[in-house]
């Protein structure tokens, strides 16, 4: 777009051609050479403005879902969000990289090879220290992990990753998991130095600590999916209406939340004296009969009569009786 000129800057350019100090022939000839942009073919650029926008929309919306868990999982207040997205060579973000500190590679199947999820040693002994129940601000030396630390950050990497197919899910269905976890960047080299690489760089607040998550999406991942990389296939991936098929996998994730069931036995009153002196073989007199039917409660609440028994060696409650309540009684 052309640059506008203040009416100060005009009124100086009028009075520079009136005084003969400027020349129109000259402006004229300086409009018609042709604008030179320097490229340098040492770092080729494979990624387009509109793929690198597509990649910052999808780790703004991982950087939210990775906000709220992370803020249960370690009890305090959160804030993540994306603080920049570029392209350079893996060599070059290799050698950003501060020894040690927490690289973990993860293979992003389908796609092949291997991303980097890499976090500064303060920010990861903050997470681990949170873990423990300490109060996450660590102010310590920078060393390597200790093994234990390791087999805690590796639980927490793979409960972080296990959110990234939510954030893809409108350009590809992926599975990822994590392959390793690497406190040296020398021996986390998933990719030649010259391949071209997508970095992302997340700002991680927790609590009073404040430090960078980066990941590493190398151009030899992103090859097989780069033409779905752009706004308008994102866009057109989201569903807009909630039709028949939505409602019918909505029903067949509900038919698989489990839910706790009991059958209540009986009950019985016995004094604090009783309990506390009773012993094996003892016996206790409840309020129900041997052949009666018993209650069988979902999720606390008593919707089957029935009577206890085995199946195929294992304990078993045969439904006799469905006990049908109003709406009302479920809403208090």
Known sequence: ?????????????????????????????????????????????????????????IHDNYSRVLNTYLS?????????????????????????????????????????????????NRLAFTMVDRILGGDGLYEGENRDFTEIELTILSRLVKNIIAYIPEAWENVIELSPYLEKIEPNSQFAQIVSPNETVALITLSVKIGEIEGLMNICLPHIVLEPIIQNLSTNFLFSGIKKEFGDEGKEELERYVRKAELESSAVVGEAYITVEDFIFMQVGDVIKLNTKVDSELELKVGGKTKFLGYPGTYKKNMAFKISKVIEKDEDEYDE
């Open 72 to 120: 249960g999982y370690l009890r305090v207040i959160t804030e993540i969000e994306v603080s920049s997205v570029e392209e350079l060579s893996y060599y070059e973000f290799n050698n950003s990289i501060s020894n040690p500190a927490m690289i973990a590679v993860i293979n992003f199947e389908p796609l092949p090879g291997q991303i980097i999820i890499e976090t500064s």
């Open 1 to 57: 777009m052309a640059e506008v000129l203040s009416q100060k800057e005009i009124d100086a350019l009028l009075s520079a051609i009136g005084d003969g100090d400027v020349s129109v022939e000259d402006m004229k000839d300086e409009q018609k050479e042709t604008k030179i942009k320097s490229y340098d073919f040492k770092s080729p650029k494979k990624l387009a403005k509109d793929q690198l926008k597509t990649l910052s929309i």
